[in-house]
């Protein structure tokens, strides 16, 4: 990445980057993790949101800590009312400390069903059930491929469900495919949200276009631009040649007809959703 480089797309204000994580090595691995990055600081981030004009933002629990939210809680706390975050939290957390949490910002629970993840399915009901009375959400990552054989069971959750990074489809897939048209079914229910984010994760073509990823996110967007966010996924764990956030925010010019829509993505939505 370029830190001097910037957009060509000129962010709204009130834009609103959804998905990113903090790292500090003061913090304990979890076990379960399968992956240290390095050090990633508010002071770091802040760099970021001034070349991409953005105002807000939604900190993400990285699975490098599992459980321990410590490390987004500090910078949670440091970046101030124009932050939310998407917390790990389990059975055994108390409602006692979700009402703390919700108290410090925290509007959803992460599930990442992906190694490295610390919540397993069998608890995904009741969490989402518990976290429902909190205003929360459920924030899924999973391989999209995998999406009609979860279906029954995500169409039953009672909260909101925001899907990551354009549905993660490992491979990416066709927009005729079942896996992508159970997407689109979450979507029509009216709860369902996802993030026009971190194409790499998925895409088998590659920068700088990611041209099948690129396929399936003009898709989601014709469906439900009312439900689309987009996020940075800064600081790009696990990839040893990070692509420039700059470059991430312009891909909105070629996946959204119209600037009109990117505003309601960059700044309407994540208003509604994160209640900013």
């Known amino acids: 990445m370029t830190p001097d480089k910037f957009p060509q797309l000129t962010a709204p204000p009130g834009s609103c980057d959804t998905h990113m994580h903090f790292y500090n090595d003061f913090y304990p691995t979890a076990p379960t993790a399968f992956m240290t990055p390095p050090n990633a600081?508010?002071?770091?981030?802040?760099?970021?949101?001034?070349?991409?004009?953005?105002?807000?933002?939604?900190?993400?629990?990285?699975?490098?800590?599992g459980t321990d939210n410590r490390c987004q809680l500090e910078a949670l706390k440091a970046l101030g009312p124009k932050a939310r975050g998407v917390m790990v939290v389990d059975p055994e957390t108390s409602d006692d400390?979700?009402?703390?949490?919700?108290?410090?910002?925290?509007?959803?629970?992460?599930?990442?069903?992906?190694?490295?993840?610390?919540?397993?399915?069998?608890?995904?009901?009741?969490?989402?059930?518990?976290?429902?009375?909190f205003g929360w959400h459920v924030q899924l990552q999973m391989n999209?491929?995998?999406?009609?054989?979860?279906?029954?069971?995500?169409?039953?959750?009672?909260?909101d469900l925001v899907v990551d990074h354009v549905g993660r489809f490992m491979g990416p897939v066709s927009t005729v495919?079942?896996?992508?048209?159970?997407?689109?079914?979450?979507?029509?229910?009216?709860?369902?949200?996802?993030?026009?984010?971190?194409?790499?994760?998925?895409?088998?073509?590659?920068?700088?276009?990611?041209?099948?990823?690129?396929?399936?996110?003009?898709?989601?967007?014709?469906?439900?631009?009312?439900?689309?966010?987009?996020?940075?996924?800064?600081?790009?764990?696990?990839?040893?040649?990070?692509p420039d956030e700059a470059d991430l925010l312009d891909l909105l010019l070629d996946w959204v007809d119209d600037a009109s829509t990117r505003t309601r993505i960059l700044r309407d939505n994540p208003a509604e959703l994160y209640n900013f």
């Open 177 to 242: 495919d079942p896996a992508f048209k159970s997407l689109l079914g979450f979507l029509d229910r009216g709860r369902c949200w996802v993030k026009l984010s971190a194409p790499y994760e998925s895409s088998e073509s590659g920068p700088p276009g990611w041209d099948d990823v690129r396929q399936e996110a003009k898709a989601l967007v014709r469906f439900a631009p009312e439900r689309m966010l987009w996020a940075s996924n800064w600081p790009h764990p696990g990839q040893t040649d990070p």
């Open 97 to 133: 400390e979700l009402q703390e949490l919700t108290d410090a910002g925290v509007c959803g629970v992460r599930f990442h069903m992906l190694p490295g993840g610390a919540l397993a399915w069998d608890v995904l009901e009741e969490m989402a059930a518990r976290v429902n009375t």
């Open 41 to 65: 600081l508010v002071e770091d981030y802040r760099t970021v949101q001034k070349r991409l004009q953005l105002e807000r933002v939604v900190v993400v629990q990285p699975t490098t800590y």
């Open 144 to 159: 999209g491929r995998e999406f009609p054989e979860r279906e029954a069971l995500l169409k039953t959750l009672p909260c």
